[in-house]
């Protein structure tokens, strides 16, 4: 995002995206769009390999900026990070990720677990497990099918009050997963001391895997050692079949990525879903 100092009064134009949007105006856009309800989630296949049936889908968020257009949240997340607005803003998407979840176990997909994407300064709050516990009674969501995502860097600060905050989460029922593993330095102790349910290698180690061999080693040592420690592994950023086939072969449990599906809204998700279980 450009600066264009304090006292910036440039207006919106499409065309000139969001990179445009001064830092001052982006934070009171932001804080505009959580009232006006400009925000919506989308939702990306999570695929069991060995069986090639939807078990899950990850909750995307994205921005419905009424002059740009769709954002993503690459564009926001990180100034919603340093100014605090992404306490509010993760707990509209645990909310609303939950309100998917009773939805979906309304319309006979039941068995669809839906995977959070949660911040660090959200992970770090006090009261954290509380506040979770609080949406699953307001919105009615069965904690067994929530999956809570927490990056690798963001756990390994701190690990003693992760330790405490993973404890708290669990005892509510939710799966914890460790995502964008590989990209931050993971102690092999904590992963066996942490009460997490599932590590997710970064796509980085997935692009060129089916042509770099020693991408192919990293992914197949990090299954291997999933495996091990009986955590369940996904690939994300799949989007190739020698990608998959290649995963599979690996034993690794699921896989999510363009080749499977897209990140879709709720409608384009449930379509997508009732097409495969007809297949
Ligand atoms: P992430 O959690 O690692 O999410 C995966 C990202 O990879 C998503 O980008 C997804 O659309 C993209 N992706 C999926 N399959 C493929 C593929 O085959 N190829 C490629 N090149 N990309 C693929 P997205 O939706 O733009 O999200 C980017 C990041 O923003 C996420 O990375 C996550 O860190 C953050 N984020 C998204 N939603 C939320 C949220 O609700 N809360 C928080 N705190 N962060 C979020
Ligand atoms: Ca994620
Ligand atoms: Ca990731
Ligand atoms: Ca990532």
């Keep these: 995002v ?17 990179t445009a949007i001064s830092r001052l105006n982006m934070e009171g856009a932001l804080r505009r769009a959580l009232e006006r309800h400009e925000l919506t989630l989308h939702y990306q296949p999570k695929i069991e390999l060995a069986t090639g049936t939807i078990v899950g889908a990850e909750a995307l968020v994205r921005w419905h900026h009424p002059q740009i257009g769709l954002i993503h949240p690459i564009e926001f997340i990180p100034l919603a990070e340093e100014t605090g607005l992404i306490l509010p803003l993760g707990e509209w998407v645990l909310a609303e990720a939950c309100r998917q979840q009773v939805s979906w176990k309304k319309s006979g997909m039941a068995d669809l ?85 599932e590590l997710k290698i970064d796509k980085s180690f997935i692009n060129d ?17 999933a495996l091990s420690l009986s955590l369940s592994v996904v690939a994300e950023g799949v989007e190739k079949k020698e990608q998959a086939e290649l995963l599979r072969k690996m ?24 097409e495969h279980i007809n297949e």
């Design 2 to 18: 450009k600066e264009h100092g304090r006292n910036s009064v440039r207006q919106f134009i499409p065309e000139m995206g969001v």
């Design 113 to 197: 677990k839906i995977a959070i994407n949660m911040s660090p300064r959200q992970f770090r709050q006090e009261d954290l497990s509380d506040r979770v516990a609080a949406i699953f009674a307001e919105t009615g969501a069965d904690p067994s099918h929530v999956t809570l995502e927490l990056t690798e860097s963001m756990v390994m600060q701190d690990v003693n009050s992760t330790l405490v905050a993973l404890r708290a989460l669990k005892k509510l029922g939710v799966s914890i997963s460790l995502d964008d593993f590989g990209t931050g330095y993971s102690s092999l102790s904590y992963l066996r001391r942490f009460p997490i349910d």
């Design 209 to 225: 895997i089916h042509e770099n061999p020693d991408d192919a080693a990293i992914a197949s040592a990090i299954i291997a050692m």
């Design 251 to 274: 034993g690794c449990s699921q896989v999510q990525g363009y080749y499977f599906g897209r990140p879709m809204d709720a409608a384009g998700f449930a379509a997508r879903y009732r």
